[in-house]
């Protein structure tokens, strides 16, 4: 069985390998153009992208999937099954054209969690488990018939970070066992429930990463959870920005105003919310590096 793969960040490296491993015949991969990073504003390739050079897989970067060129390549490897994890959306003409079609892997337990950034909002919506789900691709983006599904527990103190690790790994596996199913022919597609209390996971703007201190303390630990490492909790500290990774709960009534601050000035700093404190540990002040918040109080007056 032939199979094309599709994708661009770390997540997907894991599945990639994971197919490479168990000896799938991976003909070639897609994955997003190089685009220059950094100060030095030079070319960067995708993590997928190494990976199959690595491995002397061919490789395909496309700026438009419905380019007639890139459609008679694609064409040309005779794909039996297209493999999609952690890229963007599939025209029809692209996702319909191997004759056992186009499986996406997606970092929620279907139906819930449909978008682009589940393992973030099922953090920041305080959910106690999240999991991966195998599914064919079809015209509504996250609602093709479900394959398999695998689920793991989140913890109070994990962070979106340690939740796309887990899953990163899961997942791979679940999409081994998916694709051996396929092609064995012994597997049945599950239609998603059609529920209406649906979560959604759209993108994620900076707008969305501002902490409103007079939220409960729960849900601000949880916003600075479900987005850290990325794209980061934050708050303005004497109108610049202060990036928040890690934090604790203080369970302690507020005698200050909800945004107002207390601090030894030496070893905490805490923001006082609507129903308690969050005391800071780890953080980012605009124009600093990360650092604990005993190292940022030692070269700070608040």
Partial sequence: MKIVFMGTPDFAVASLDALVQANFDVVAVITAPDKPAGRGQKMNESAVKKYAIE???PVLQPEKLKNP???????????DLQVVVAFRMLPEVVW????KGTI??????LPQYRGAAPINHAVINGEKESGVTTFFLTHEIDTGAIIQSASTPISDEETAGDLHDKLMH?????LVKTVTAIEKGDYTEQP????????????IFKDDCKINWNNSSQQIFNLIRGLSPY???????????????????????PAIVAGGFLTDGKTYLKFATKDGFIKLLDIQYEGK?????????RGMRL
């Fill in 69 to 79: 060129e890139f459609l008679e390549q694609l064409k040309a490897y005779q794909a």
């Fill in 170 to 174: 899961i997942g791979a596996e679940l």
């Fill in 289 to 297: 590096k990360r650092m604990a918040i005993e190292d940022f109080l």
């Fill in 55 to 57: 491995k002397n897989i």
């Fill in 231 to 253: 794209p980061t909790a934050f708050t303005l500290l004497n109108d610049k920005t202060l990036k928040i990774f890690k934090a604790e709960l203080e369970d302690k009534e």
């Fill in 104 to 109: 996406n892997l997606h970092g929620s337990l």
């Fill in 192 to 203: 998603q429930p059609q529920n209406d209390v649906l979560k959604h996971a759209p993108k």
């Fill in 96 to 99: 319909n054209m191997p004759p």
